[in-house]
Structures are given as structure tokens and as C-alpha cells.
């Protein structure tokens, strides 16, 4: 079939979009959890409710404000007020909306992926109630990608400053998100399972929107409502010596670290002040756990795999399960392989035409001084139009996107590419270079009118990237 630059840029765009409402979390929930007579199913388990006294609703991530609000209508009102529904979720400020018996709080500001002083409040409030519980409650959890910035609880003598000290290190020194996670788990109360100790409920259910490739439950919005977290003092430390932290981190960081590192090597019980007192209970006093993913990056490849198959094209589908690298690298491999599929001998009907992928690559920022505006996924793309630049990219469109919407500190989900936009940045005179070494595609992207922005999508699962060829 013979398709226009148009068609293919359009049906990138189609492709993608597809993708992202699959994972829309009102639907994934609505399919996780629903009410017949007096039985609330959780996936496939049924609970009754005639046992369940009260139903609380905690929890954090860019995916929280649709998640709350499924919940409250899959009770319905009379539900809701038989069981005492009470919540409160942690959500970036352009995700709040208002709901009937949820409390959506503004745990950060637009377009700042990063803790801030209100979400440690909202944070004591989300342990709170958790610990208010009794053994008849039912406390759901609502846990979804960005929770670990959106839900900071530093243990005593750990400030937030410090907490944000050692996650602008490692994430400009490219950490992955599993490293990253390794050392915030061990300076909070809530994540590493945190949450999961506080809770006095007879019951924590969580239900789970995966960011992390893999869908390691310990990783996703650093484990929150995972009891036996597997990270370690000595972990946590290892990775800051990976990436030569050791004199840069706040020495109150290393000093925390380092007490808790003996304490676990001598196998001695804790007895530090900042120790959370509710991870000294018994383990008696302990929440039952289930923990139920709902939606993952591996849902929006398949489905965007639909999309593009009722579109006539032949997709050929993957879903990264494992840290993919930098982003240019990620780029530069993407546009190689759209020119393979697009210069393929032949007419076989059955060779792909279509590539969707799926994953999250990482980005080795420049120095402060002199960083641009980008994301990740702007500098995929750009990395991949540097690369098809020579070509031309003549009967090529791919475009590379973050699910939730935003992509960095942006107000983009991320880019596209075709061969008309290749034309105008050469109309101006945009040479691609500087603006990837200094992480600064925004710029490059958007007087071009490349940028894909769509406002908060009300999800997360990672990147899904899309590349059509006309043959």
C-alpha cells in the first residue's frame, strides 16, 4: 500500500495514541476491580464484603487521580458511605479534580518529577491513616509510576533537601531507575515496603500501574506496599560508590547509610531514633499484602500492535523488560531499523512495515551550566533524525512519546519525526548537535511544531515509540 508523508505521520500519531488509552487508569481499574452483590473482586479473588468494616484508599503516582476516581465508581455512593470510604492520594497539582469521597492532594507542581515539601506532608498523612486502620478495614492502595517523587517520608535525620541532593546526582549521572530506587528506598519511612509495615488494616490491596521494565513490585514507585524489600544499606551504598557520590552526597546521607549498614552486618535489631517505630511491630500487627498489577508498558505495545493492524500495516512488536541505555544509542537504533524496514527487497505482505516499542532508555545530562529542555524521548527522536538526516527520511515517520504526557521537565510527551520536519529544521538552519549534547530538544522540536503534547494522560508505563515506513 502506498501511503502519503501525511498517512504516515497520522498514522504514527493514531498508533501511539491507542496505545496510551489502553492504559488509561480509570480502565484499567474498572477491570481490576468490580462490586457483584456482596462480593468486591480484586482481579480474581473475591472479597466479602459483609467482613469488611471500613475501606480506605492511600497511595501516590501520576496514574492516581484516575485510579481514585474508578474506585469511587465501581463502590458507587452507597458503598462508599455503608463502608466509610476515606482516602488520600498524592498526585502532581495539574492531576487534581474533585471527587466525592477521595482526597486528591498536589504532592508537586507540573512538570517538577521531583520531591517536594508538599508531598512529604501528603506523605505523613497517606501513614497516618494507614496506621489508623483496624483489623476489620480494607486499605486499597493506589501505586503507580512517579509515587516515589509524589510520596517522600525521610527517616529522622534525613531532610528532604538531602533526599533531593542524592536524586539529582544519580539521575544526571544516568542511574537507572532501579539504582535510584535501591538508595531512596533505605532514606524512607514509606518506600521499601514502608507503607505496607505501617498499615493496621486486616487487609492492603494494592493495585499497581507499572513504570519499571520487568515490573519488579520492590522497583515500581520504590515498593511501597512491599513488606520483604530485597534492597540494602550496603546496596544503597554500592550504588552511590558506583557513580563516585561518596563525597558529594550530604554527609548525613553516608553517615545513615553507613550506621545502618553495621547495624544489618552485626545482624543486631534496630535501635536508632529515626527507625520508623511501626517497622518494630511484630510482624503479627502486619496488614495482609497482595499487590496486583494492572496495567504495564507491555499492555500499551499490544494494544498500539491493534491499532496499527486494523490501520493495514504489519507491526512488528517489543516491550523492553530490561534497562535499554542511553537514549541516543536507543534513537540512533530506531532510525536504522526504519530504514532497514522501508528499504526491505521486495513485496512480501508479511514483512513488517510497522515498529512499536517499548521501554525506557536514560539520558547522561550535561553540566548544569549549560543544559538545555528536553526529555528523554525529544532526545531519542533527535538521535534518530541526526541519523536520518543524510537520508532524508523519505517515506519514514516515527515518533517516540511518554505515556504520562510528560517527557522531563516538559510540557511535552515527546516527538516526532518525519521527512517534513527534517526539511524546515534545515529551512533554519538547525543543526541537531549542540542541541543534543546539551539535552536541549525541546527547543530544537518546537519551533518546528514536532512536540507531541497531550496534558496529563492520568497514566504511566513507560515510553512507547512508533516508526511507519511506506515501501
Known amino acids: 500500500m502506498t501511503r502519503s508523508a501525511a498517512e504516515l505521520r497520522r498514522d504514527a500519531l493514531r498508533i501511539w495514541h491507542a496505545g496510551v488509552e489502553a492504559v488509561r487508569s480509570e480502565r484499567l481499574v474498572r477491570s481490576a476491580l468490580r462490586v457483584e452483590g456482596n462480593t468486591l473482586w480484586l482481579g480474581e479473588e473475591p472479597l466479602a464484603l459483609d467482613r469488611i468494616g471500613r475501606i480506605a484508599v492511600v497511595g501516590g503516582g501520576k ?19 455503608q463502608k466509610r470510604l476515606a482516602g488520600w492520594v498524592n498526585v502532581p497539582a495539574d492531576c487534581i479534580r474533585p471527587l466525592e469521597r477521595i482526597h486528591l492532594h498536589a504532592a508537586r507542581p507540573a512538570g517538577v518529577n521531583e520531591p517536594r515539601p508538599e508531598g512529604e506532608r501528603g506523605s505523613r498523612e497517606i501513614l497516618r491513616i494507614a496506621e489508623s486502620l483496624g483489623p476489620d478495614a480494607l486499605c486499597l492502595g493506589l501505586i503507580s509510576g512517579g509515587g516515589s517523587a509524589l510520596m517522600p517520608a525521610p527517616v529522622g535525620g534525613i531532610t528532604l533537601a538531602d533526599k533531593l541532593a542524592v536524586t539529582r546526582l544519580l539521575s544526571a549521572a544516568g542511574a537507572t531507575i532501579n539504582e535510584l530506587n535501591t538508595v531512596r528506598k533505605q532514606l524512607s519511612r514509606l518506600k521499601g515496603g514502608g507503607l505496607a509495615r505501617a498499615c493496621r488494616a486486616g487487609r492492603l490491596a494494592a493495585l499497581i500501574i507499572s513504570d519499571v521494565l520487568g515490573d519488579p513490585l520492590d522497583v515500581i514507585a520504590s515498593g511501597a506496599t512491599v513488606p520483604d524489600d530485597p534492597s540494602t544499606p550496603a546496596g544503597a551504598l554500592a550504588v552511590l560508590d558506583r557513580f563516585g557520590a561518596r563525597g558529594v552526597v550530604p554527609p548525613a546521607v553516608l553517615q545513615y547509610l553507613e550506621s545502618r549498614r553495621h547495624e544489618a552486618e552485626g545482624n543486631r535489631p534496630c535501635k536508632s531514633p529515626t527507625r520508623p517505630a511501626s517497622q518494630e511491630l511484630p510482624g503479627a500487627l502486619f496488614a495482609r499484602v497482595t499487590n496486583l498489577i494492572i496495567g504495564n508498558n507491555a499492555t500499551a505495545v499490544d494494544a498500539a500492535g491493534r491499532e496499527a493492524e486494523r490501520l493495514g500495516y504489519t507491526p512488528a512488536m517489543t516491550a523492553a523488560t530490561h534497562s535499554e541505555g542511553l537514549a541516543d544509542d536507543v534513537g540512533r537504533h530506531f532510525a536504522d531499523t526504519a530504514m532497514a524496514m522501508r528499504d526491505r527487497p521486495g513485496n512480501s505482505t508479511a514483512a513488517p512495515d510497522c515498529l512499536i516499542t517499548g521501554g525506557e532508555p536514560v539520558v547522561r545530562l550535561a ?62 538552519n538547525l543543526d541537531p548537535a549542540p542541541y543534543l549534547a546539551r539535552n536541549d530538544a525541546y527547543h530544537f522540536f518546537e519551533p518546528l511544531g514536532a512536540l507531541i503534547q497531550t496534558g496529563p494522560t492520568h497514566t504511566n508505563v513507560c515510553d512507547v515509540r512508533v516508526a511507519v515506513v511506506a515501501r
Do not use: F, K, W, Y
Open 367 to 428: 553540566d548544569e551550566s549549560e543544559r538545555g529542555l528536553g526529555g528523554r524521548n525529544q532526545q531519542l527522536v533527535l538521535a534518530a533524525l541526526r541519523r536520518l538526516a543524510p537520508d532524508g527520511a523519505h517515506g519514514i515517520a516515527l515518533l517516540s512519546g511518554g505515556t504520562d504526557g510528560e517527557d522531563g521537565p516538559t510540557d511535552a510527551a515527546g516527538a516526532l519525526l518525519d521527512a517534513e520536519v527534517l526539511r524546515a529544521a534545515a529551512q533554519r
Open 63 to 81: 496514574a492516581g487521580a484516575g485510579m481514585a476516581a474508578a474506585v469511587e465508581q465501581v463502590l458507587g455512593s452507597r458503598l462508599m458511605e
